[in-house]
């Protein structure tokens, strides 16, 4: 059985949803019978391009095993919208990709089928099979990247999850965030990202259930410490509950 077949056997109560982290931003959530993935980084694409950058640990999962009902692309940055990994997966064709604009143009290039493309934009929401997605405004962090997009998941049974994507900060962004249980916001504070107090600023108005901090493992030069993010959570609102889950291990609520 491989890893994936373990997580599409994961038993869950009808009320609950659960999520696994891949490392960088990517996740895989199931919910009433749902599988979504989110940028899911599962190569050393962006090793190979600039070196400095190569992955700290081996990929969690090979993309040939990953299998989605729903695969989500924020934006068209190679840890993010990663050919190496859409090249490998193999249901493609069964899927249904969202991304933004010039993020959907990107996945038709590189053999996604213009079938299965639905592009969300930021104020946009769309409806497949019980899971309701809603594009949300993010602030891009470069100019190849204006369409970036947050994205906001509502499952059947209600559980919700807000991604913010890359994104810089601004008072746009903290009044466009949703009402969503799970927060998945960057903290890596480098290249434009928010970093950990802005991440925090965020959760502490948008007041979610849980917040979980990404953008912070995979290459050395774009690290932050998660712990960080916790003890100011603390600090700013002690009600947002920080999980920081380890990479494959599932976060059920």
């Known amino acids: 059985m491989t890893k994936m077949d373990g997580i599409l056997k994961c038993k869950l109560p009808r009320s609950k949803a659960a999520l696994w982290f891949l490392g960088q931003a990517g996740y895989i959530i199931r919910a009433s019978g749902k599988t979504v993935v989110i940028d899911p980084y599962l190569s050393d694409s962006v090793g190979r391009v600039a070196p400095d950058?190569?992955?700290a640990y081996?990929?969690?999962?090979?993309?040939?095993?990953?299998?989605?009902?729903?695969?989500?692309v924020t934006h068209d940055h190679l840890d993010h919208l990663d050919p190496d990994t859409i090249k490998a997966y193999r249901h493609r064709d069964r899927t249904v990709f969202i991304a933004?604009?010039?993020?959907?143009?990107?996945?038709?290039?590189i053999g996604v089928p213009a079938s299965g493309i639905w592009r969300?934009?930021?104020?946009?929401t769309l409806g497949f099979a019980g899971v309701s997605i809603t594009g949300i405004y993010a602030v891009p962090t470069s100019a190849d990247v204006v369409d970036t997009t947050g994205y906001f998941i509502e499952f059947a049974n209600g559980r919700s999850v807000y991604h913010t994507s890359d994104t810089a900060f601004s008072d746009v962004l903290v009044a466009a965030a949703p009402k969503a249980e799970v927060l998945l916001a960057c903290i890596n504070g480098k290249w434009g990202n928010l970093n950990v107090f802005q991440?925090?600023?965020?959760?502490?108005?948008?007041?979610?259930?849980?917040?979980?901090p990404n953008h912070y493992d995979v290459m050395a030069l774009n690290c932050e410490n998660p712990e960080a993010f916790r003890v100011f959570m603390k600090t700013e609102n002690p009600d947002v509950k920080v999980v920081i889950p380890k990479v494959m291990e599932p976060f059920v609520w």
């Open 53 to 55: 950058f190569k992955r």
């Open 199 to 212: 991440a925090v600023k965020l959760a502490a108005a948008m007041k979610p259930k849980y917040a979980i």
């Open 120 to 124: 969300l934009d930021s104020g946009e």
């Open 58 to 72: 081996p990929v969690p999962l090979k993309p040939s095993e990953l299998k989605a009902d729903v695969f989500i």
């Open 100 to 109: 933004p604009r010039l993020a959907a143009k990107k996945l038709l290039s």
